[in-house]
C-alpha cells in the first residue's frame, strides 16, 4: 500500500494532466526512456500545486531525491550513469536548500529528520554500488563522446562514427561522480545537522529567559 503523501501526488496528477496514460507510463521512466522529460515535467507541476504547503513540498522534494537515486541504483551499468548521477547530484542541492527555507521550526525538523536518514541511506548504498563498479561486478557501458565540430567529415554519406570511452575510463568516470554524490551527501547532512543545533540551542536561550 502506498503511502498517504504518493497517494495525494498522484491523485493530484491523475486530475491535473492529461492523457493521465502518459503519468502512468512515467512513472518508472529513467535516464535515456522516452517519457523520462515527462516525469520531469510531471514532478514540477506536483510540487507548484503543493507550494502553499512548506512541508507538502519539501516532503515531496525528499521524495523526488530518493527517485533520482532510485534512477541511479538501475543505469548504473547503462551509458546513463554519469547523467543519473548529475541528476542526483543537482536534486540534492534542491531538496536542501528547500528544507533550509522552511519557516515553521518543527516542520523544519520533522522533515530534515526523514531526509538525513534517506541521505545516510544514499550513502552507504552507494559505496556498495562504487565496490561493485571497481571490481567490476557492475559493468559500466561506454558513453559515446560527441565528436569535435572542428574536425572534418571525410565522406558525408559514412560519417565517422563517434569515438567512445574505453571501459576503464567509463568506469573512472561512473566512480568519480559516486564519489562527488557522497560528498554532496556528506556536505549537506553536516549543514543540516548544524542547522538542526543552531535551533536546538535558540529554542534553549528562550526557556531559560
Do not use: H
Request: negative net charge; glycine residues 4%; charged residues 25%.
Amino acid at each position: 500500500m502506498k503511502k498517504p503523501i504518493d497517494v495525494l501526488i498522484w491523485a493530484v496528477l491523475l486530475f491535473l494532466i492529461t492523457p493521465s496514460t502518459m503519468v502512468l507510463a512515467s512513472w518508472n521512466a529513467v535516464p535515456g526512456d522516452t517519457a523520462y522529460t515527462w516525469k520531469l515535467s510531471l514532478e514540477q507541476i506536483c510540487l507548484k500545486v503543493l507550494s502553499p504547503s512548506d512541508k507538502l513540498q519539501s516532503t515531496t522534494q525528499v521524495k523526488i531525491a530518493e527517485r533520482r537515486y532510485g534512477e541511479v541504483a538501475q543505469v548504473l551499468s547503462s551509458e546513463y550513469a554519469v547523467e543519473s548521477l548529475n541528476n542526483l547530484n543537482t536534486q540534492l542541492s534542491v531538496t536542501t536548500s528547500g528544507i533550509q527555507e522552511i519557516s515553521k521550526t518543527i516542520t523544519r525538523d520533522e522533515v530534515t529528520e526523514r531526509y538525513i536518514t534517506s541521505l545516510k541511506e544514499m550513502s552507504v548504498s552507494l559505496d556498495e554500488q562504487k565496490t561493485k563498479v571497481q571490481t567490476g561486478e557492475i559493468v559500466s557501458v561506454a558513453q559515446a563522446i560527441n565528436t569535435p565540430t572542428s574536425v572534418p567529415i571525410v565522406n558525408a554519406a559514412t560519417p565517422t562514427p563517434a569515438p567512445t570511452q574505453t571501459p576503464a575510463e567509463n568506469e573512472e568516470e561512473v566512480v568519480q561522480k559516486i564519489e562527488e554524490v557522497q560528498d554532496k551527501i556528506d556536505e549537506d547532512i553536516e549543514g543540516l545537522e548544524n542547522d538542526q543545533r543552531k535551533g536546538q540551542n535558540r529554542r534553549s536561550d528562550i526557556g531559560k529567559r
